[in-house]
């Protein structure tokens, strides 16, 4: 059973397929005016909306009923005109009748608003609401996916959908929805309503009805394409923003800001391009229906005027008639915007859904093996091969085997490229080896819960990698219970208690977007001491002291040698001065061990190490 564990088929893996990579094929396209983006015959993927709505059925009731009595209120009011003309004018323009019959439609008026406001809350509510649950079940699976994810898929455009995309679904369900059923309500009602008053003239108007769906669903058809092809072009402008802001220092340090401005204008002019083209099929859409509704009506109009110079119709009769299909043609014409929306609102959520549905390659098993208790600190690397997804014909770890002692520190070394960061992201689970296992205590990573892994790591990364929070927050990242005594004893240990001390309002302090508020140093410093609260078995520091300065590295160094004393460590260092003190150094290159031993057997092999450290170090100091 041991060896199958260990021997894990090392066969050609297929490249996943980036969510986003289908849009840069098209953009070419899409600005010559061809948009090649799958067709779509439905609205299915607005199913998700319906799904994550239907949790809120008070709601939906509730704004379901004053849909319709807003739609009935507004039916009404054409109902309220004939009685004026042919009740109210007819008996002499008797100013009591005339009175009685306007305060009945003054009191249509006032249910029309009352049921309007509680119908804009609910509505509001519930896509509010709706947007909120996206966004919160689509973030809880990002935070599911593995690295690996977002090396194909860019974190910037995934950002851009919990927000763009998040809003427009808010829009359909705030809005769009909310006309499109008060209009077929009125559509309907208004259509019997019509029957009711002159059924030969309704009849005329109904044949219009299929000629209306035909071009719908032509034109419907290529503006959802266009709709989804102009969201994906937003995306790319949201995208390109977050990421020049967030570079502004180096734009402006090597002086890039006209090429940064023209590549701007590009992104910004192919969104115009998709936008001008779904704008030009949504107006020839909205023309050609409207066309076809109001030159019916006029021609039915043309006979009903008619028919009340010849007595067959009261004037009441006509006015309805004429109000009535007003309503009804524009609430027919309302719906094929509305269906554009809705069509729109369907790429949204087909991109969010793409992102909910994306699921993690490093995944927690069906009956995952519990870690020893209490934990021993072992690493085992057996014939590990690895190469990152979006690199599969370069093995970045080539049948790696290295054995760790509980206790030890090991020291990983060797040029850029080497394979040395790539052990720590195995260490930690964040992608699986294709070939060969990797154990701590005994328990192949694969056979336990990511959570559990990691639970047991302390990491210490090249750059302090600090959250736009306080002070407090950030030091505590790594044990979320720890007191504020615990907080600033980590902080002394690390070299950072003096300048956090300083800080205007101490562990409260915001430290700005990243932690641009604090020096390089000083946001090292808060990472050690984040990595000290963790207190976990095994340690990984990769260049730990490399943003310090000569006295920080000195007091740092000393309060990591106590923090590694009955720990694991595994310790990746470019400057040999700091690793030589390690109970093993492992040299590697090109993915590969091709030395091991101390410090002073390694310096005489004559070998890499020996190389590398002749650059770094004159009589004996380091350079």
Do not use: C
């Amino acid at each position: 059973m041991e060896a199958q564990q260990d021997e894990i088929a090392e066969a050609p893996q297929p490249r996943r397929s980036s969510i986003f990579s289908r849009r840069s094929a098209k953009v070419e396209g899409e600005v010559a005016g061809e948009v090649e983006a799958k067709p779509s015959k439905s609205l299915r993927p607005l199913k998700m909306i319906y799904v994550e709505a239907a949790k809120y059925p008070t709601q939906i009731a509730f704004a379901f009923l004053a849909l319709l009595i807003t739609a009935s209120a507004m039916l009404a009011i054409p109902a309220g005109f004939k009685l004026i003309i042919d009740k109210g004018f007819s008996q002499g323009g008797d100013p009591a009748d005339i009175a009685r019959w306007f305060r009945y439609l003054l009191l249509i008026v006032l249910v029309l608003s009352i049921g309007t406001a509680l119908r804009f809350y609910f509505v509001s509510w519930i896509g509010e609401r709706v947007v909120a649950d996206i966004r919160l079940k689509v973030q809880r699976n990002l935070l599911r996916l593995a690295p690996g994810f977002y090396e194909e898929n860019s974190p910037k455009e995934i950002s851009s959908r919990m927000t763009s995309d998040t809003t427009l679904i808010e829009q359909v369900v705030g809005t769009t929805v909310s006309v499109a059923l008060r209009n077929t309500l009125m559509a309907i009602g208004g259509t019997i309503y019509l029957f009711v008053l002159a059924p030969q003239m309704t009849i005329g108007l109904a044949l219009v009805i299929p000629a209306i769906i035909i071009p719908i669903t032509l034109f419907g058809r290529r503006l959802r394409n266009v709709s989804r092809t102009s969201q994906d072009r937003v995306a790319d402008v949201g995208a390109m923003v977050t990421e020049v802001l967030g570079a502004m220092k180096i734009v402006q340090a090597f002086n890039q800001e006209a090429r940064e401005g023209e590549r701007f204008e590009g992104a910004v002019e192919r969104t115009f391009a998709v936008a001008k083209r779904r704008i030009l099929i949504r107006a020839i859409m909205t023309s050609v229906i409207i066309l076809m509704i109001f030159g019916s009506i006029t021609l039915l109009m043309w006979r009903g005027a008619n028919g009340v110079a010849t007595g067959e119709i009261s004037g009441g009769t006509i006015a309805a008639f004429v109000l009535t299909g007003g309503l009804v043609a524009g609430a027919f014409g309302s719906l094929t915007e509305v269906y554009g929306d809705l069509l729109r609102g369907a790429g949204a959520a087909s991109r969010l859904n793409e992102l909910l549905e994306e699921e993690p390659t490093v995944a927690v098993p069906e009956r995952p093996l519990a870690l020893p208790v209490p934990p021993r600190g072992n690493l085992s690397f057996r014939n590990v091969t690895f190469r990152y997804p979006t690199r599969l014909e370069t093995a970045a770890i080539k049948d790696f085997t290295l054995e760790v002692e509980p206790g030890e520190t090991v020291a990983i070394v060797g040029p850029s490229g080497a394979g040395k960061s790539t052990i720590f992201q195995l260490v930690e689970r964040f992608y699986d080896p294709q070939a060969g296992s990797i154990r701590i205590d005994g328990v192949p990573l694969t056979s336990a819960d990511p959570a559990d892994i990691r639970q047991r790591i302390a990491l210490v990364p090249q750059d302090g990698v600090l959250f736009s929070a306080n002070a407090r927050d950030n030091l505590r990242y790594g044990n979320w219970n720890a007191s504020d005594e615990d907080i600033w004893e980590a902080a002394r240990a690390a070299n950072a208690e003096r300048f956090l001390r300083e800080l205007p309002e101490g562990l409260d302090t915001y430290l700005g977007e990243s932690g641009t508020r604090l020096s390089g140093g000083q946001q090292q410093r808060i990472a050690i001491a984040r990595a000290l609260l963790r207190d976990a078995p095994i340690l990984l520091l990769d260049e730990a002291t490399s943003a310090l300065d000569a006295e920080s590295e000195r007091l740092v160094q000393d309060a990591l040698d106590r923090l590694m004393r009955d720990r694991t460590t595994l310790v990746i260092a470019h400057r040999l001065a700091t690793v030589r003190a390690a109970d093993r150094i492992v040299v590697m290159e090109d993915g590969q061990i091709v030395e091991q031993g101390t410090h002073a057997q390694l310096t005489g092999a004559g070998g890499l190490y020996s190389r590398l450290a002749s650059l770094q170090f004159t009589d004996g100091k380091a350079a």
